[in-house]
């Protein structure tokens, strides 16, 4: 397949951030939501419907790895050993951060294009944080610390669960797993009544999925002249946002990047959204607590996703449809995080949480 030249691959990132904010702001899909629905209410539809963008991504990122239009080992997700420590302790910053704002990265952007002016500031805090431990003055840490404290994964072999597999001499179970957990978390959405009553969640669940797949195939067939060693990207909302606010800073030419078109596709659908419906509406902080909140949810957000090599989408979607083995580790971190910054702001401190749990099983025995 002829390669894309880089204006398109950044257009069609624009085009599938569009798409993505356009439907979940309409359908009021939200990771952190999700999770705190989960932890808190026991209500697990807007978590389904993650699993549903999960099925569609792994279906359709396996079939362009099978046609061969894609290459995982190119890509950020599945390295040849494994940096536990930096995913865990990243994830759990992230999902305390995600608490104090309300939202992740993805979430932000949705709200800012509706006009929320706290996501502005949190977005600016979030990307220069992003960008100082990508690249700046935090980056030693991550590197030179962090992320030396890494397992290796047998034989050298791409770490992801199929290689994995196939590396202990079990064949390829790669079609398998596929079929068994896109079936899985499918069912899981349909024997919901409720969730089959709501076509806006459907919808928004169908879009963030395709456009994880759309994103793999742009790019896994894009050749990108600014990169020294361009590699397949898809959606994700922490560098990009990084490296969107590096591009305000310095130079246009930034622009030219599919993660940072998915930002600004994202704005843009939010806000043609937010005017379908006239929803559409300027919101600042209440008070100085409000902004305090805000600020240290964004800098934990921007260094704890780096950290952890994405976000809820980056790594609960997207690292999900490689099956890479940075999944389960992202996604539990990310789920105790938030339960902690939940925990904090509800309950008063972890303490006080686990007191209160603890009083509660003693009372029912």
């Keep these: 397949m002829e390669p894309l030249p880089t204006w398109a691959v950044t257009l069609i990132g624009v085009l599938i951030g569009a798409a993505c904010g ?75 951060g995600m608490a104090l704002v309300g939202t992740c990265g993805f979430g932000s952007l949705v709200r800012l294009g509706s006009g929320d002016l706290r ?43 199929p290689s994995l597999l196939a590396r202990f001499g079990l064949g390829d179970w790669r079609l398998a797993i596929v079929l068994v957990a896109a079936t899985v978390l499918i069912l899981a959405v349909l024997a919901d009544p409720r969730l089959r009553r709501s076509p806006r969640l459907l919808l928004a669940g169908l879009t963030l999925g395709g456009g994880v797949v759309a994103g793999w195939w742009a790019t896994g067939v894009a050749i990108d002249e600014f990169a020294a060693f361009p590699r397949p990207q898809s959606l994700t909302f922490v560098s990009p946002i990084g490296r969107a606010l590096y591009a305000v800073l310095s130079h246009p030419i930034g622009f030219l990047d599919f993660g940072v078109g998915t930002i600004l596709g994202v704005m843009l659908g939010a806000f043609a959204s937010a005017l379908y419906d006239r929803e559409f509406r300027w919101e ?80 029912c025995d």
């Design 119 to 161: 996501s502005l500031i949190v977005m600016m805090v979030f990307g220069a944080v992003a960008y100082a431990t990508l690249r700046g003055m935090l980056a030693s840490l991550r590197i030179d610390v962090l992320e030396t404290v890494a397992l290796p994964i047998p034989g050298g072999v791409q770490g992801d669960l």
């Design 284 to 363: 600042a902080f209440d008070d100085h607590h409000e902004m305090r909140r805000h600020l240290a949810g964004g800098a934990l957000m921007g260094f704890g996703g780096i950290l952890a090599g994405g976000c809820t989408i980056g790594q609960g979607v997207t690292a999900g449809s490689l099956m890479a083995l940075s999944w389960p580790l992202a996604v539990a971190g990310m789920m105790l995080g938030a339960r902690i910054g939940i925990a904090v702001l509800v309950e008063g401190s972890v303490r006080e949480m686990l007191a209160e749990r603890l009083g509660r099983r003693r009372r």
């Design 22 to 96: 356009f439907t979940a702001r309409r359908a009021r899909l939200c990771s952190f939501g999700a999770i705190e629905d989960a932890w808190m209410g026991g209500d697990t539809r807007r978590l389904r419907i993650f699993g549903l963008a999960l099925a569609v991504a792994l279906v359709g990122t396996q079939l362009l790895v099978g046609l061969g239009w894609l290459s995982p080992r190119l890509s950020t997700y599945v390295p040849s050993a494994l940096p536990w420590l930096s995913i865990l302790l990243g994830s759990t910053v992230f999902g305390i």
